[in-house]
Every structure is written in structure tokens, then in C-alpha cells.
T-cell receptor, first 116, second 113 residues
Framework: AQTVTQSQPEMSVQEAETVTLSCTYD???????LFWYKQPPSRQMILVIR??????QNATENRFSVNFQKAAKSFSLKISDSQLGDTAMYFC?????????????FGKGTKLTVNP | KAGVTQTPRYLIKTRGQQVTLSCSPI?????VSWYQQTPGQGLQFLFE???????NKGNFPGRFSGRQFSNSRSEMNVSTLELGDSALYLC????????????FGPGTRLTVT
């Protein structure tokens, strides 16, 4: 069964500093997608970044980047130059595709607080 | 383009009642998925619909059901509500082909008393 583990329930960082959120997963598939989603206190879940497993290059979206270690099944999120608006729950997710259907398997989340 | 919309945003029900939640996907998105979010269990997949057919179902009892209409709008129904059904119910939509991203709605907060 595919599982996603986020070992840090809560983290905090000072504004303008860098923080890394950890995620490990378990799967027997070879081709898959991994995602980081952000859920601010307003609750709207938004996609932060995605990584295709067949791509060796780590994905980057502005201040957000990932460290994807396929062999280790690790997918961490680095937030550079943290901003107050980055305060949110962050969920790591694994996409399971089956006969055209898809579902996301989420980790328990990491609550990130950016302090001024 | 309008995002995923969910109605109602908040709902309070009593044990034993039933409830229906609604989700309107982004225009052009034919797939709608439902997730339950609770503090204890986190985010769990309920089911996915496209072309008015349930394509996948999570590990939830039969009290949880859904349907999709020809305009891709979806409803989910929970019958015989239990206290443990209190949760945030999130709906997500996606294009069926060439799609890697699910777009989430703001959720419906259901409280069962």
C-alpha cells in the first residue's frame, strides 16, 4: 500500500529564513507524481509544487524547491526567504493512478508558522 | 476562470440525520473527487466521479455515497450521521486527460451533534 509520512507535525521559522519540510513515501510503482499542497488558515488547498518521478531534476517554483531522492523515497520541500503568508499546513501527497482514475494519498501534514 | 465551489460552507446536523453536499468543478473539468479531512485521520479519499460514474472509492462505509450530473457537478450524501462524521469535506476537480493536478474547493465544514 502507498503511504506518505511527514515526521514533523509542527515547525516554525523566522521571516526571510529558509526552512525544509520532510516527507517520505512508500510505493512499488516506478512512475508516479508527488506533490506539496499548502492549506492556509482560510482552508483553500492549493498546489505548491509537483515532481514527476521519472525526472531526475528537482522541481523549483520561485521560492519553493524540492529535494527528490527516488531511491530513498524522500521528497522534502525547501522554502527560501520565508514570508508571513507562508504560514499554513503543508501536505505531501502521492498520486495513485488506476485505470484512468486518480486519487491522492496525503501525509498528516506539517504546520508551519513564519514568525516576524 | 472560476474555481471549484462547494455549498454549503458550514452545516450543523444531528446524529441520525442525512446530509447532502454539493460541488461544482472548474469549467471543463470532468472529474470530481471528494476527500474527508479530520484532525485524527487527516485527509482521506472518499471517491472519484467522471462521466457520471463512480471510478474509485475509498475505505468508507456505504453510508457515504455520491453522484455526478451531466454538467459534471457532484453531490455527496452521508446517511445516518454519526458524531465521527464531523469533518471538513473537500471537493477537487481535474481534467480527465493529460492532467496532473487536482484543484480543491474551500470545503464544507460539517458538524454532527
Amino acid at each position: 500500500a502507498q503511504t506518505v509520512t511527514q515526521s514533523q507535525p509542527e515547525m516554525s521559522v523566522q521571516e526571510a529564513e529558509t526552512v525544509t519540510l520532510s516527507c517520505t513515501y512508500d510505493t512499488s510503482e516506478n512512475n508516479y507524481y508527488l506533490f506539496w499542497y499548502k492549506q492556509p488558515p482560510s482552508r483553500q488547498m492549493i498546489l505548491v509544487i509537483r515532481q514527476e518521478a521519472y525526472k531526475q531534476q528537482n522541481a523549483t517554483e520561485n521560492r519553493f524547491s524540492v529535494n527528490f531522492q527516488k531511491a530513498a523515497k524522500s521528497f522534502s520541500l525547501k522554502i527560501s526567504d520565508s514570508q508571513l503568508g507562508d504560514t499554513a499546513m503543508y501536505f505531501c501527497a502521492f498520486r495513485i493512478s488506476q485505470g484512468g482514475s486518480e486519487k491522492l494519498v496525503f501525509g498528516k501534514g506539517t504546520k508551519l508558522t513564519v514568525n516576524p | 476562470k472560476a474555481g471549484v465551489t462547494q455549498t454549503p460552507r458550514y452545516l450543523i446536523k444531528t446524529r441520525g440525520q442525512q446530509v447532502t453536499l454539493s460541488c461544482s468543478p472548474i469549467s471543463g473539468h470532468r472529474s470530481v473527487s471528494w476527500y474527508q479531512q479530520t484532525p485524527g485521520q487527516g485527509l482521506q479519499f472518499l471517491f472519484e466521479y467522471f462521466s457520471e460514474t463512480q471510478r474509485n472509492k475509498g475505505n468508507f462505509p456505504g453510508r457515504f455515497s455520491g453522484r455526478q450530473f451531466s454538467n459534471s457537478r457532484s453531490e455527496m450524501n452521508v446517511s445516518t450521521l454519526e458524531l465521527g462524521d464531523s469533518a471538513l469535506y473537500l471537493c477537487a476537480s481535474r481534467r480527465v486527460k493529460d492532467s496532473y493536478e487536482q484543484y480543491f474547493g474551500p470545503g464544507t465544514r460539517l458538524t454532527v451533534t
